[in-house]
C-alpha cells in the first residue's frame, strides 16, 4: 500500500510569482486535504476536495486554489505569492465515513517566499 | 480565535516513566479527536483517535482520555521510550455527515524522551 506523497520536497519563489504543488493520495482513499503549517504553529487547514469538487474551504484568500483529478491525486496552487505563504504544505488523504475522519499526511512540501 | 489549545509547548520525561500530554477545545460542536505525532522533515503519523460518545481508547502503549464536560483530552504513554520524542499535535473535528472534512489542530507539544 503506497502512502501519501508529496512533490516537490523544497520550492524556492519570488513575491509575486506563482507556484503549484503536487499530491497523490493513499490507494483506496477518495478525498484530499490541503493545510498550511506556519513555523511553531498546528497545521491550517486550507480546503478538501471530495469527487473532484471542492468540499470545504478555510480562511484562505481566493488566491489558493485546487484540483482533484479522477486518479484522486491533487494539486494547489497559489497566485501572486505573498512573504507569509512561506510554510510546510501537507496534503492529506482519507476514506471520508460517517462517524470517521483519520486523515494521513504526506512529508510535505516546504515553500519560501523571498 | 484558537478553538483547539494545547498549552504546553513542551514536556520533557525520562525512559519508561508515563507521558501525559494535555488538549482543551472550545467548540462544543467537535465531537471527534485525534492525536498526530511529527517527527522533523516529516508530515504527522496518525496515532489515535476517540469518538465523543467514548471517554476512553486504548492502543498498545497509547491511551487517550476524553473529558467531555470539561472539553479536554489527554494523551497517555506507558512506558515513554526515547523514539516517542517528537511534536504531538491535538486535532478536533466533526465526525458526522457533510461536515466530516476539516481537521483544527493545536500547535502541539514538544515531547522529549530522555535515555
Known amino acids: 500500500e503506497t502512502g501519501v506523497t508529496q512533490s516537490p520536497t523544497h520550492l524556492i519563489k519570488t513575491r509575486g510569482q506563482q507556484v503549484t504543488l503536487r499530491c497523490s493520495s493513499q490507494?483506496?482513499?477518495?478525498?484530499v486535504s490541503w493545510y498550511q503549517q506556519a513555523l511553531g504553529q498546528g497545521p491550517q487547514f486550507i480546503f478538501q476536495?471530495?469527487?473532484?469538487?471542492?468540499?470545504g474551504r478555510g480562511n484562505f484568500p481566493p488566491r489558493f486554489s485546487g484540483l482533484q483529478f479522477p486518479n484522486y491525486s491533487s494539486e494547489l496552487n497559489v497566485n501572486a505569492l505573498e512573504l507569509d505563504d512561506s510554510a510546510l504544505y501537507l496534503c492529506?488523504?482519507?476514506?471520508?465515513?460517517?462517524?470517521?475522519?483519520?486523515?494521513?499526511f504526506g512529508p510535505g512540501t516546504r515553500l519560501t517566499v523571498l | 480565535d484558537q478553538q483547539v489549545k494545547q498549552n504546553s509547548p513542551s514536556l520533557s520525561v525520562q525512559e519508561g516513566r508515563i507521558s501525559i500530554l494535555n488538549c482543551d477545545y472550545t467548540?462544543?460542536?467537535?465531537?471527534?479527536f485525534l492525536w498526530y505525532k511529527k517527527y522533523p522533515a516529516e508530515g504527522p503519523t496518525f496515532l489515535i483517535s476517540?469518538?465523543?460518545?467514548?471517554d476512553k481508547n486504548e492502543d498498545g502503549r497509547f491511551t487517550v482520555f476524553l473529558n467531555k464536560s470539561a472539553k479536554h483530552l489527554s494523551l497517555h504513554i506507558v512506558p515513554s521510550q526515547p523514539g516517542d520524542s517528537a511534536v504531538y499535535f491535538c486535532?478536533?473535528?466533526?465526525?458526522?455527515?457533510?461536515?466530516?472534512?476539516?481537521?483544527?489542530f493545536g500547535k502541539g507539544t514538544l515531547l522529549t524522551v530522555n535515555p
Open positions: 492529506a488523504s482519507s476514506f471520508v465515513l460517517a462517524g470517521y475522519n483519520e486523515q494521513f
Open positions: 490507494s483506496g482513499h477518495n478525498t
Open positions: 476536495y471530495y469527487r473532484e469538487e471542492e468540499n
Open positions: 467548540n462544543s460542536m467537535f465531537d471527534y
Open positions: 476517540i469518538s465523543s460518545i467514548k
Open positions: 486535532a478536533a473535528s466533526l465526525a458526522s455527515g457533510g461536515s466530516n472534512y476539516k481537521l483544527t
